[in-house]
């Protein structure tokens, strides 16, 4: 026999998952209900209604996929994306270079536009690429790019794609709940996100949300959707479906959905603009600390996302054995740098329910003495007083 499962209490201030919110745990443990029951159509209706608001979106095609948040990007680029289709990726770090590869597994032909690790894509690069392309059926960036902690702007981008004929694609993946994606009014055709950073609840479930647009373009398609899992005109029966004609797709994850639909409530309680507020007020406060200990961030100025700071490796100091050590000494997780940041950067995920002060305080003193214990000289102390005086305003 193996024991009962305990696991070590953990401070989640990596790139997720972030700590659940106490409410959505206990949804979770509500009695199973059958996927078709009356009273569940009623929690689905309610999760969707919520995540339109969260979404800023009166989209008609909006869910949660079943699957984390790849699976609304596959869910995204195969029921919109056609062999032969010319699409448009974005790629600034690790999630844009994943929607380039998925989008060609769809069949499409991708052009990338690229930039530096730790920059956002200009709007005039991205007019320039799109322009060189005949017929672009998707432009597809990433709003909060995880592995570089940039934030991108969206609103230029989305104009270049529509005024080329092409539907305009963002993953929401990091953002969603932690910053604006207003889809309505940016005009977003597609957008996906996750429900285990800004939303504070458990992986497994992806919200996605499509325009009218981008519905038509899935019902004109000239082949038939690759996946049947992820296939939204079937989703949407399910979904969406007027009485008799909603219809079993496949088994939902009952509970999964009772989170999402407390998380929503908990993100809506707490009010979107007081809720981005704080996503920014203590970024600013740890990355204030940070620079005091000589951590320097890795994003670009004026293009960092709050809710994932990326900071520089200081020379001398070894990767591994701080965030062994972190977890270790304090239960505290941060991420490891992905991609071209692997062993450069630290990745620290202030999402959700895990943006807040006391994580801030911890994380900066926990950092500091280890830095010091490893030869950083820096002076003991001076993390959490530059943090504090942001608190202080
Ligand atoms: C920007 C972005 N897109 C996509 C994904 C993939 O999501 P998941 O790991 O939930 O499948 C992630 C995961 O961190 C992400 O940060």
Not at 33 to 41: K, M, P, R
Not at 191 to 216: E, H, M, N, W
Not at 317 to 346: M, N, Q, S
Request: charged letters at 20%; hydrophobic letters at 40%; glycine letters at 10%.
């Amino acid at each position: 026999m193996y024991d009962e499962l305990i696991v070590s209490p953990r401070v989640l201030l990596g790139p997720g998952p972030s700590e659940a919110n106490a409410r959505v745990l206990k949804a979770m443990t509500t009695p199973m209900l059958g996927y078709l029951d009356t009273e569940f159509v009623q929690v689905m209706g309610d999760t969707v209604g919520l995540l339109r608001r969260v979404f800023g979106t009166e989209n008609r095609l909006t869910l949660p996929v079943s699957g984390t948040g790849t699976a609304g990007m596959e869910a995204a680029l195969a029921n919109v994306v056609e062999p032969g289709d010319a699409v448009i990726v974005g790629v600034k770090g690790y999630f844009g270079e994943r929607i380039a590869d998925i989008a060609a597994r769809c069949g499409g032909i991708v052009t990338k536009v690229e930039t530096e690790w730790g920059t956002h894509i200009p709007a005039e690069k991205i007019a320039e690429v799109v322009a060189k392309v005949s017929t672009p059926k998707l432009v597809a960036l990433v709003h909060g790019e995880t592995s570089t902690g940039v934030l991108q702007p969206l609103k230029d981008a989305i104009e270049i794609a529509h005024q080329n004929g092409a539907l305009f694609l963002a993953d929401c993946v990091t953002s969603l709940g932690g910053q604006p994606v207003d889809m309505d009014a940016l005009d977003i055709d597609i957008a996906y996100s996750c429900t285990q950073k800004c939303l504070a609840g458990p992986p497994g479930l992806s919200p996605i949300s499509f325009s009218d647009r981008a519905v038509d373009v899935i019902r004109n398609r000239k082949t038939p959707i690759q996946s049947f899992y992820l296939d939204m005109t079937l989703l949407e029966n399910y979904w969406h479906g007027e009485k008799e004609k909603r219809r079993y797709h496949h088994t939902v994850s009952i509970s999964l959905i009772y989170a999402l639909r407390e998380a929503l409530r908990v993100v809506l309680e707490e009010g979107l603009d007081v809720r981005y507020k704080r996503h920014v007020h203590n970024a600013r406060a740890l990355l204030a600390g940070a620079k005091a200990i000589g951590l320097q961030p890795a994003a670009e100025e004026g293009y960092r996302a709050p809710m994932l700071t990326t900071l520089r490796i200081p020379d001398g100091i070894d990767d591994a054995t701080i965030r062994t050590r972190l977890i270790a000494d304090y239960g505290i997780e941060i991420g490891a740098g992905l991609g071209v940041f692997a062993g450069k950067a630290w990745r620290i995920g202030l999402m959700g329910e895990s943006s807040n002060e006391k994580n801030v305080m911890l994380v900066l003193s926990a950092l500091e003495k280890l830095l010091i214990e490893s030869g950083h000289r820096v002076e003991r102390g001076s993390a959490v007083h530059a943090a504090s005086h942001v608190y202080a305003v």
